[in-house]
Each structure stands twice: as C-alpha cells, then as structure tokens.
C-alpha cells in the first residue's frame, strides 16, 4: 500500500498515525520516505508493505524506474484539495504504470467531486460527496474584515480583536503570516494581558511556567510564557518547541501562536482557530518579493485544528483579513472549495511538468504526438480542461484540447533545442538533450540561460578556441557554400539581427567569433543545425561551455 500526502511534513506525522494502527495488528511496520534514499528500504520479492511518502520525494524514481514498486494493490490519496503539480504527475505516473491499482482518495469538501473521481477511476456509486457542514462536531467559522493593505500596522490592529475573542475560548491557536510575525505578535498579546493579571492565560500553576520560562533563550518568549503565551516555530530549538506544545496541551497555557507553513505540522488541536491575517510575503525568482493570498488548501488546514473540547463544547474559526478575501474565503468555505489542475494555470507549463515529460521522451516512452497525447491523458488537466476550457485559456469544448496541448509542450521543448522533428508527428531528443540530462540541467535553468544576452553567452564560451571550421573561413558567410553559411541563410529575420548581421563590426571579426554568434544566437533561439558539416555537435560544445560557466 502507497499512502500519498501534499507535504512532506504531513506525510511524517500520518507515518506515526499509521504505526500505531497498524504495526501490530498487520505485523507490517509502516515505512515513512522523506529522502530519495529511503525508497531502497522498501522490502523486494513482493513483499508486503505500507510506504507513507510525498509526491516530490517519489516523482523522479518512479519516472526513471517504472517498476521502483514492484507490484502495488492499493493507493491512498490524502488531501486531494491540496493538489499541487507534483501531486498530480505522481498520481497520474502512478495509474499510467499500475492501472490496475485500487485508488482511495480523501478531501475536503470540494464544489464537483466528480472530475476528480473519474480521474481516479471511482465509479459513481464509490464517490461520497459532503457538504463543508457535514462534520463529526460543531465548527462555526467568521470573518474579520480589514480594508488596509497588508503591512505590520494592519497586523498590529488586528491584535485587539484576536485578544478580545482568546479571552472568551478555553484554548487558542494564532496563526500568523511568519516566523518573525510570532514573535511580535506574542510581545503584542502581552502589552494587551500586561494592564490586568486576572486576564493573564496561563491557567494551572504560574510558578512552575515561570520555573519552566527561564529555560527560554529569547527573554521577549520567556515573558509571553508567564503571561500563558507560547511560541511554536521551526526556528526555535528542539526542547523550546516540545516545551510549547506540552504546556499548551496539557492546559497549562491557553494560547500557542505559530506561523503559516505550521499548520501542516502542528501535533495539537484548540477550541478557537485565529488566521490573524491571511496574506504572505514571498520572495520570487528575481528576487523581488510579493504579496500573496493564503491558499485555499492552506486555510482548510488551519480550520481543521480547530476542534470541540469537552469544557468549552464548540469549536470556532475566526479569520482576520481584507474584506475581498474575506467574501471569497466565506463563498468557498460555505459551498466547497474548487479544483483544478495547477499543470498549466497561466498558459505555460509547470517545469516539473515539462521535465517529466522530457525524461518519457529520453527514455524512448513518448516518440510521437500521439504517445504523449495518451500520457496527457492519464491527467487531471485532461478531464478539467474538457469541463472548463475558459480556465486554462482554451477554445470551445468541442475542439481537441489534449492535441493543442500536446502541440505546445513540444513547441516548448524545441524552443529549448531539446526534441526535433523526425517527420510529421514524430520527434526524437536532441544531442542537447542527452547533454542537459548528464549535467542535470533543468529545462527552466536552460531558458534562463537561453534569455542572457547573447554578447554573455559569446564571452562565457570562450573558456576554449574552437577546433578549425573544417570548410576553410565562414566569416560574414564568404563562403556560400559552407554549412555554416547555409544554416545561417536559412535562420528567421529576427535572429540574423540578434546575431548583428549588419552591424559594420562583424566585417572584423574572425572565423572562431562569427561561428559562436550564429550557433549561439540560433541556440538561443531555439534553433538546431542539422546535417553535414557537423555544427550540431559544435553547438553541442559551445552550450556545454555555458552550463559549466553556470551563465
């Protein structure tokens, strides 16, 4: 049995869930893979096992080793709101290579469960669809609206509301947007208890949190301590984190404040849930940074902790955000949250996406259109791009949407000179190809460096000269019949003007120069010399010099 999670983190605490379940009742003990070297640990000759584990962590072996998992009955899909694009390859790499597998999924209540049912091959009368009230106990959720853009005042104000409603809840879980937000946060919670002892939120023996307190090494945490305040976070040293949750789950301490990504981890539940403040900062590959929204599946999570406790008999959730979030998160959590395929959500594809892709096209699996229209197939994008074609900017449902985007993913990775055409609808790997797979290059590293300007990418390979063009001088194309010449004749108007065609400075340059610009400025362009005269291979050592040089 495959027992699959969202997050990593996730996966080891089900994988202490499942040990206590089933290890003695079963004699089979439950193997938690959180590294790619703990696949190995799994038994071989058949055996049976329960593997708990990630899609990330899974992905790239299974794609490189179909049969990593030998013969495989049962697959359990955990929190399929969470899907992400690594959780959806694995679950569709994992029924292209066991389709005869048995597939359980679980959610939270979703708006139409039935795209992702018949994704997982459910019939209809296996498919239990709930209503987000449909709970074992009472949970009330409610909404906090702010009209301030996000900043640390617009959290600062939020302190006041989130403190009135901890007095009235036996316990309290404050979620907050950061690490360092906790600490802040807490010291503001203090300033709020500081003017009255009776509304302090330690609840058994202040003596000994205050014995205990001093064991702290932040002394702004040793006092929110004394004040039944805690602070939960990665950062903090192992026994600082255990001594949090002990105390707050013993009912030392009314109030444990943690940040965002926590949720995911937190081995301890509350009456009252306080989202205090429902947006992050994120830093992006251009290291600007961003402020992003709380993902729905996030949110999910962090209502989930909030639980029924028998001196308080109710459960709450209550959310401090901007007022759009606040109708939008209210709509969603009222009716179900929606689904749908993360593969292509801007109209380009997830460069997990194009990878796995392109490890199926080295290793021979996908030749042709095709083959890699059936692999599409096996996807969630391919039931919700035929339910909701708007979405993922597509025409009307009666078009073939798989072969469009089929047609784009190999434009795509010509574009990255990794697959040519062999005939109409056929393609094989570039020799760029085996050499992007041998340095372990991604394909997003590749356009990166495909989108440097082409002076750099001249300079960067100059580590070493050239061997002879072996058709005598090819500069400014003297040559006409020369290959070198001829693939330059033939290459688009716009990458002759980035190769500087008619810039007066080329009539100097000689032969070794001119060739790096036009098999560079063509690479860079997505363009690949075929035939005699054996530039490809050429090409070929100029771009290995710029994935070295790490352009």
């Known amino acids: 049995m495959l027992f699959l999670t969202p997050r990593k983190a996730l996966s080891r605490s089900v994988g202490i869930k499942l040990r206590r379940t089933f290890a003695n009742p079963l004699g089979v003990q439950p193997i938690v893979i959180s590294r790619t070297q703990d696949i190995d640990s799994l038994p071989a000759d058949g055996k049976p096992f329960i593997a708990v584990t990630h899609a990330s962590v899974l992905l790239r072996r ?11 009955d049962l697959i359990v899909a955990h929190d399929l709101h969470a899907l992400d694009p690594a959780y959806e390859l694995l679950l569709s790499r994992l029924r292209w290579v066991y389709p005869s597998a048995r597939v359980v999924g679980s959610s939270s209540s979703l708006q139409d469960a039935t795209d992702v049912s018949s994704w997982l091959g459910a019939p209809a009368l296996s498919t239990y669809a709930f209503a987000p009230s449909a709970r074992s106990s009472a949970l009330t959720t409610t909404y906090h609206a702010f009209s301030a853009p996000h900043s640390m005042g617009l959290l600062r104000s939020m302190v006041k509301p989130a403190y009135d409603a901890m007095r009235t809840a036996s316990s309290t879980l404050c979620i907050v947007p950061s690490r360092a937000q906790c600490r802040t946060t807490a010291r503001d919670l203090v300033t709020q208890t500081a003017s009255n002892l009776e509304d302090s939120f330690v609840l058994q023996s202040l003596e000994t949190v205050e014995v205990l307190a001093e064991t702290l090494s932040d002394p702004e945490l040793a006092e929110a301590l004394t004040h039944g ?3 939960y976070h990665d ?138 229209v059936d692999c599409l197939s096996w996807t969630f994008l391919a039931r919700r791009v035929q339910s909701s074609p708007a979405y993922y900017g597509e025409p009307s449902p009666q078009d073939d949407h798989l072969a469009r985007l089929a047609d784009r993913l190999v434009a795509t990775l010509e574009a990255r000179c990794a697959v040519l055409a062999t005939g109409k609808t056929d393609f094989a790997p570039s020799r760029l190809a085996t050499l992007y797979s041998e340095r372990g290059v991604g394909l997003d590293d590749v356009q990166r460096i495909q989108e440097t300007s082409l002076d750099r990418l001249v300079a960067l390979s100059k580590s070493a000269k050239l061997a002879p063009h072996p058709n005598g001088d090819a500069a400014n194309g003297a040559d006409d019949a020369s290959p070198l010449a001829s693939f330059h004749q033939r290459l688009p108007r716009a990458v002759k003007d980035a190769i500087r065609e008619s810039d007066p400075t080329v009539e100097l340059m000689d032969t070794d120069e001119y060739e790096r610009r036009i098999l560079l400025g063509a690479w860079a362009a997505g363009r690949v010399p075929r035939g005699a005269g054996g530039l490809e291979e050429r090409q070929r050592e100029l771009v290995k010099r710029l994935l070295d040089a790490k352009a």
């Open 229 to 231: 305040i805690a602070v």
């Open 62 to 72: 299974l794609v490189a080793q179909p049969t990593l998992l030998g013969s495989l």
């Open 235 to 372: 950062g903090l040293r192992p026994e600082e984190q255990a001594l949090a949750l002990r105390l707050f789950d013993s009912g030392y301490i009314r109030v444990l404040i943690a940040p965002r990504e926590a949720c995911w981890t937190l081995p301890v539940r509350a009456s009252l849930v306080i989202v205090l403040g429902a947006q992050f900062v994120a830093s992006r590959a251009d290291h600007e940074r961003e402020i992003q929204d709380y993902p729905l599946a996030d949110l999910l999570q962090m209502q989930s902790l909030a639980v029924t406790q028998p001196e308080s008999g109710a459960a709450a959730c209550l959310v401090l955000c901007q007022k759009e979030q606040a109708e939008l998160y209210a709509r969603f959590l009222l009716h179900g949250v929606p689904l749908e395929s993360s593969l292509t959500p801007d109209a380009s594809f997830d460069p997990t996406f194009l990878s796995i892709i392109f490890a199926d096209m080295l290793a021979g699996r996908i030749t042709d259109r095709q083959g890699l």
